[in-house]
């Protein structure tokens, strides 16, 4: 790390600190990540220079997956678990219509997938659902248990997986989850296109327990990437019937104030925006939950401490700019690992064309010459980022496939790591020069090069990431400027991205990417959540193949993966700054917790021992 890097760093801080002392007294607000092999490749030596330390990423980060309380848990007590934001959750709670992180995990207190899943992110025949898989891996025949029953009492039903279905596919759906394993379904097309009420590829039986579903190719998607969320047709009203329109579900009150799920807690009272309260489901297929309530709240991040210090909160996400106090607090432990998440710029390219469902790339996009994307890559120095103010709890990105899938995420590809030098010959390469003298360069025209940056709130390290940013670009030639000259909110800077709001030329943004390794629901032509909206032939080519039957052979599969980073790579259509550790502080009360991949310490095992 430069010892520049370092003080433009050490700067920004302390000219916010002093900022937010004097002006609110408190941080900014939390970022949040959007919501669907640890080794940084060797920087080389530069010559004349000493040779910089190349850090794991893993040293000195021994943190455990599971709480170490063995205790017997009391039978009944309250658990309070925080919601780390300053910004109020949206309150969508369906798993077909939400967009964001904050909704996601209030629905996982009432809501669960009909599948359970293995370490390795694969649906196993332990949830509330069994399965079978047909010889040429092309129908998965789906059984949900006897006993399993919403929170009104009534049973869930194979025609309500199928509701979702009908719901993902209707030609009204405005949502992002129509990604390829929906739009795979046999018959799904034509009842997307309006052409037909029935989607051929699925049947239910006629005592409505058990499901089967056809593609029309065969996927190593399936048991990674199944859609296994029920929708209650009875409780939210039938799309299908004309008894309510896709757009009235989404904003429903059975949605947003009373949704049910068949999960282990169900919904008592929600202040929308604030806070839960959940109370036992005592006939939750798997038996009684150990404790009586669960109360999510929605804490700031500059409060979170202070409420885990007194014990008002028992679980909560901690900000990693809160990390070395959070090692201070004596009533908690930390736990952590690597997260199914990454940061990443994003570059404008093109537009949403919402007749045609699908990204449309402009040829003439102001961010459309890879080599200046390429050498904005270049010119960010990430690692020192990861260091300084995350103190290792982040680690430079890569490529677009997360370590944690050790088997496609490919370590060996030469990637973009600091080196301003680098970037400003690949801007010299492209005819970006400083024509007028005054620092900054001109696009291959002589016509002045500004660019509109957006990006989050989040924290206190939003504002010295988001203009360390800028200045990194400034040092290779490249005028940016925060849009409208300051952070957005989550839930509006989400708003104008997804709407490609023509003032936003580049984004910082955060994917969590989910349990299927695929690519394809978020940088596909016809994926509503590529939100650069870049499209090339040789992009669609590698996510079929990603996505077919031929990559049933993992081999096959893997060398895919890696064709399709290397193109990513070289096109830079998003460039990945961070992978992150996941770190949660949890009350020593609290027993049977853990967020280790499949465990079986689930939420209904959860207890406090006091």
């Known amino acids: 790390m430069a010892k520049k890097q370092f003080m433009l760093l050490a700067s920004l801080l302390l000219v916010l600190s002093v900022f937010l002392a004097a002006c609110t007294g408190k941080d900014n607000d939390a970022g949040e990540t959007k919501t669907p092999d640890k080794e940084k490749p060797k920087e080389e030596e ?11 990423p893993n040293a000195g980060l021994d943190f455990p997956l599971t709480v170490t309380n063995t ?6 007590g309250e658990l309070n678990y925080a919601l780390v934001s300053d910004t109020p959750f949206e309150g969508t709670l369906s798993p077909v219509f939400y967009s964001g992180s904050p909704d996601s995990t209030v629905m996982s207190f009432f809501n669960e997938s009909l599948f359970a899943i293995d370490g390795d992110f694969l649906i196993t025949n332990d949830g509330a659902a069994t399965y079978e898989i047909s010889e040429d891996y092309k129908t998965i025949t789906i059984t949900i248990r006897d006993g399993v029953k919403w929170h009104d009492g009534e049973p869930v039903k194979a025609s309500d997986l199928l509701y979702s279905y009908q719901l993902l596919g209707h030609p009204d759906y405005t949502g992002t989850r129509y990604t390829f394993m929906i739009s795979n379904v046999d018959g799904m097309p034509a009842y997307h296109n309006g052409e037909t009420t029935e989607i051929s590829g699925i049947t239910v039986s006629d005592d409505d327990r058990t499901i089967s579903i056809t593609y029309t190719e065969a996927t190593p998607s399936l048991l990674s990437g199944i859609w296994g ?10 799309v299908m019937t004309g008894e309510v329109t896709i757009e009235e579900l989404a904003a429903s009150e059975k949605i947003r104030t009373s949704p049910i799920g068949f999960g282990a807690y169900k919904v008592k009272k929600i202040v929308p925006g604030e806070s839960v309260l959940y109370e036992r489901n005592d006939d939750y297929w798997r038996g009684k939950p150990a404790l009586d309530s669960i109360v999510l709240k929605v804490v700031s991040s500059a409060s979170i401490l202070e409420a885990l210090k007194k014990g008002d909160v028992d679980i909560a996400s901690i900000p990693v700019d809160q990390y070395l106090n959070a090692k201070e607090v004596d009533n908690i432990e930390l736990l952590a690992e690597v997260d199914l998440a990454y940061t990443y710029i994003g570059f404008k390219l093109g537009k949403w064309d919402a007749d045609k ?16 994307r390429q050498a904005m890559w270049w010119a960010l120095d990430n690692e020192t980022i ?4 995350y103190h290792g709890l982040r680690f430079p990105g890569t490529t677009l496939i997360v370590p944690v899938f ?11 790591s600091y080196d301003p030098e680098k970037a400003k010959a690949l801007l010299d390469e492209a005819g970006y020069v400083d024509v007028d003298g005054d620092g900054f360069r001109e696009n291959d025209k002589g016509e002045k090069f500004e660019l509109n940056f957006a990006s989050m709130s989040g924290g206190e390290t939003a504002e010295p990431i988001a203009q360390f940013y800028i200045q ?16 957005h909110e989550f839930n509006s800077f989400y708003d104008r991205v997804e709407a490609d709001d023509p003032d936003i030329d580049i984004y910082q943004g955060a994917w969590g990417v989910g349990s299927d390794p695929n690519p394809s629901g978020l940088y596909g032509r016809t994926a509503a959540f590529n939100y650069t909206r870049f499209t090339s032939e040789k992009n669609d080519e590698l996510l079929a193949a990603i996505s077919g039957e031929k990559s049933l052979d993992t081999d096959y599969r893997a060398g895919k993966f890696k064709e399709w980073q290397e193109l990513m790579v070289d096109e830079v259509p998003v460039a990945p700054t961070v992978f992150r550790y996941y770190l949660m502080a949890v009350n020593k009360r ?15 095992k959860w207890g406090v021992t006091e």
């Open 229 to 238: 969320s029920a929708t209650p047709r009875h409780h939210v009203g039938d």
């Open 46 to 56: 530069k010559a004349g220079e000493e040779e910089e330390e190349v850090v794991d």
């Open 472 to 487: 990194n670009w400034a040092d290779v030639g490249i005028k940016v400027q925060l849009l409208e000259g300051r952070l």
């Open 357 to 372: 469902k699908e990204s449309v790339t402009d040829p003439n996009a102001k961010m459309g010459n890879k080599l200046v």
């Open 590 to 604: 609290v027993t049977n917790y853990s967020i280790e991949t499949g465990t079986d310490l689930r939420l209904w």
């Open 386 to 389: 990861g260091k300084e103010l």
């Open 71 to 76: 205790g017997t848990p009391i039978d009944g």
């Open 406 to 416: 050790a088997s496609f995420h490919d370590a060996s590809i030469p990637t973009p």
